[in-house]
Each structure stands twice: as structure tokens, then as C-alpha cells.
């Protein structure tokens, strides 16, 4: 008696390219169903209401009564100010690493640890130095600024310097 051995089905040939197919399917679809990962948050205040929002251990940042920011996920986080004033307090446990960079109209503000205030203005914001220094870029322009010191800037350049109390820096903090 002879055996003989079962013919192979036409149709396993076909199961390793559908099953692959149907995975590249799947995948595809995924790709534009799923949302993309947040690369930024949206923090927003009404009007008499304040907010503190912690990123990372050494970054606090208290926003003031109707203002609203982003923060990025990168290192360092990036605050861009959309509308409003906030306070950042930043501890520095390691003053060559950069904290944060807070982004203020055309304004860019570097920090590795300070105490400061941003306001957003129509064509452009202020700064105020509670403690410790920050440098900031406008347009070709970049500065330190101090301990004490305001800058009021537009969307190219620097307006105006002055000299100002610990007080005088985000004064909304103390009705919050």
C-alpha cells in the first residue's frame, strides 16, 4: 500500500500575504486615527481666577487672572505667553543648565534660575526681576537683565529700563 501525500491547498499559499497586508493595513489606519502625542499643553485662566502650574521639580509658574499660556514637552520647556501675565520661579540646582525658555511676543527669555514676571502687551511685554538674572533676545538684540530691573520692549527692540522694587513685581500675586 502506497501512500500518498495530502495535495497542499491553493489557499495557504495566500495566508502569509494577506495576514502581512492586513497588517500594514491596520497600521496605516492607526497613523491617522490616533492623535499625534502632545508636544503642548494649554493652560488658561478666566477672569478672576489664578492658577499655579508646575513643570518639572524646578519650575513653578503662577498665572494671573485671565491669561493664558503653552508649554512645550521639550528640554528645556518652552512657556510661549498667549495673553495675560505670569510669574515664574525657578530654583536653580545647577546654574550652567538652562530651565526654561519663555517665549513673549517676539521676545525670547532664557533662564537657569529667577524669580520674574511676564506680561504680554499688544506689540509686545515686560519683564520684571525679582531675583537672579535672565537674558533675553528681541530681534539682533540680546541682554542680561538683573536683580531689580523692568524692561518694557516692542516687537524689535528694547523701550525702556528702569529700576523696581520686589514689590513692584507681579503685585496681582498678593489677591490671589
Given amino acids: 500500500m502506497t501512500e500518498t501525500k495530502p495535495i497542499p491547498s491553493n489557499r495557504r499559499k495566500y495566508i502569509i500575504p494577506f495576514a502581512s497586508a492586513t497588517a500594514v493595513m491596520l497600521f496605516g489606519i492607526s497613523i491617522f486615527v490616533l492623535p499625534p502625542p502632545i508636544s503642548h499643553q494649554l493652560h488658561t485662566t478666566a477672569t478672576g481666577q489664578y492658577e499655579q502650574v508646575f513643570v518639572g521639580p524646578d519650575i513653578r509658574i503662577d498665572m494671573n487672572s485671565n491669561s493664558s499660556m503653552t508649554v512645550s514637552n521639550e528640554q528645556p520647556p518652552v512657556i ?19 530651565k526654561l525658555i519663555a517665549m513673549v511676543n517676539e521676545a525670547r527669555i532664557k533662564n537657569t534660575g529667577a524669580r520674574f514676571s511676564a506680561e504680554l502687551q499688544n506689540d509686545g511685554g515686560s519683564i520684571a526681576i525679582e531675583e537672579g538674572q535672565v537674558e533675553i533676545q528681541i530681534g539682533a538684540q540680546t541682554r542680561t537683565i538683573n536683580t531689580g530691573q523692568q524692561i518694557v520692549f516692542g516687537r524689535t527692540q528694547i523701550t525702556d529700563e528702569s529700576s523696581i522694587t520686589s514689590s513692584s513685581v507681579a503685585p496681582w500675586r498678593q489677591y490671589k
Fill in 80 to 98: 510661549e505667553l498667549l495673553q495675560g501675565s505670569v510669574y515664574f520661579d525657578i530654583t536653580n540646582s545647577n546654574p550652567n543648565t538652562n
